[in-house]
């Protein structure tokens, strides 16, 4: 993984689109707008630009590659023509040994393009046959996922059901950054509950699975893929490791594969040098208590501001979370 990106859950950037437009509050400190001001000059990230001569660069990439498409915009940004959008689907059903993981916080306007997309390349196949260069199509294109940004319940409750009724190879979800607790359980075929439970120090949440449908997440249904982190950056806000760890026991408790990115800026390892704040469950921060004797809030967890995102680490409770949904993978 990783052969030109640091982004831990891919091999690769694409972006045939730059430049983007914030829509919620997961896009306040986006990592993206402070690199292409930083290129380009202050402001040039909201003018969303056409990268024309990006779109063949997957064909000419021989081995067989994860390629995140658009780390630096959005494909269906409103901006961006539904031809435009067409161009880069045709690419990625041309290059079928790469595995393409679009991700958009636009769910509305994926759902509503993507039937267009489909007829547009069953036209293709056809003129293509009539020139005697067939190139078969399935659909939905099996090396082509589809994500949402989901940063919090509210936007899970509105994203999510358009990508659900979007047709994918697989569909995943980048709960990035994380910024308060999210129940996924109606996605992922898990009944899930939770109560407070305990007395005075020893007080913790406690899961309960009630069930497991068999309808679960996976290739072709529901949710099959979810990757969480927290925020890295200026003015990045902590998570809450309670949250982290009840999207990961959702996932495992539904056999959908879970990936843990990062901490980001804020860590629950506390030792090493960088200011610390108690994390309430809601996500409200406090300065630590001034007497140790005080302890700290209930329900809180003490966070450390680290250096970089590379100090806070990547493990939760002890290990690193890589899992990944099975890919398919063609030699065209
Ligand atoms: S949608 Fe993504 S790229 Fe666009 S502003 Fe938000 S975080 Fe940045």
Same mark, same amino acid.
Request: proline share 8%.
């Given at each position: ?70 780390? $630096? ?11 435009? *959008? ?5 690419? $990625?059903?041309?290059? /079928? ?12 306007? $994926?759902?509503?393009?993507? /039937? ?17 260069? =067939?190139?078969?199509?399935? @659909? /939905? !294109? ?24 979007? =047709? ?21 075929? *898990? ?7 305990? @007395? ?43 949250? !982290? ?24 390892? !506390? ?15 406090? =300065? ?45």
């Amino acid at each position: 993984m990783n052969i030109t990106t640091p982004i831990e859950w891919t091999d690769t950037t694409w972006n045939p689109v730059r430049g983007c437009t914030k829509v919620s509050e997961g896009c306040d400190n986006c990592y993206a707008e402070a690199i292409d001001n930083r290129w380009n000059g202050p402001g040039s990230f909201a003018t969303v630009r056409l990268v024309r001569k990006a779109l063949d660069a997957p064909l000419r990439w021989r081995e067989p590659r994860m390629v995140f498409v658009n780390s $630096m915009g959005d494909l269906f940004h409103d901006a961006v023509p539904d031809a435009f *959008v067409i161009e880069v689907f045709t690419r $990625m059903w041309w290059a /079928p040994r790469h595995t393409f993981q679009v991700l958009t916080k636009r769910h509305a306007r $994926m759902a509503a393009l993507l /039937p267009r997309i489909e007829e547009r390349l069953r036209g293709l196949e056809a003129d293509l046959a009539l020139v005697d260069a =067939p190139t078969t199509l399935t @659909w /939905p !294109l099996p090396n082509v996922w589809l994500g949402v940004s989901v940063e919090t319940q509210r936007w899970a409750d509105i994203r999510i059901p358009a990508l659900v009724r979007t =047709p994918a190879a697989v569909r995943f979800l980048s709960v990035e950054p994380l910024l308060g607790p999210v129940d996924l359980s109606r996605w992922l075929g *898990v009944e899930w509950m939770e109560s407070f439970q305990g @007395w005075g120090a020893k007080r913790h949440w406690r899961p309960w699975l009630l069930a497991s449908p068999a309808d679960r997440g996976g290739p072709g249904t529901g949710v099959g893929w979810v990757i969480a982190g927290g925020e890295s950056g200026r003015g990045a806000r902590p998570p809450h490791p309670h949250w !982290l760890r009840t999207l990961r026991d959702q996932c495992q408790a539904a056999g959908v594969p879970f990936f843990f990115k990062q901490w980001g800026q804020w860590t629950p390892n !506390l030792a090493g040098r960088g200011r610390q704040v108690d994390v309430l469950g809601d996500g409200r921060t406090l =300065p630590p208590s001034a007497s140790p004797s005080a302890g700290a809030p209930e329900g809180s967890v003490r966070m450390r501001r680290a250096i970089s995102k590379h100090d806070a680490g990547r493990e939760l409770d002890g290990r690193v979370w890589d899992q990944l949904p099975a890919r398919v993978v063609t030699h065209g």
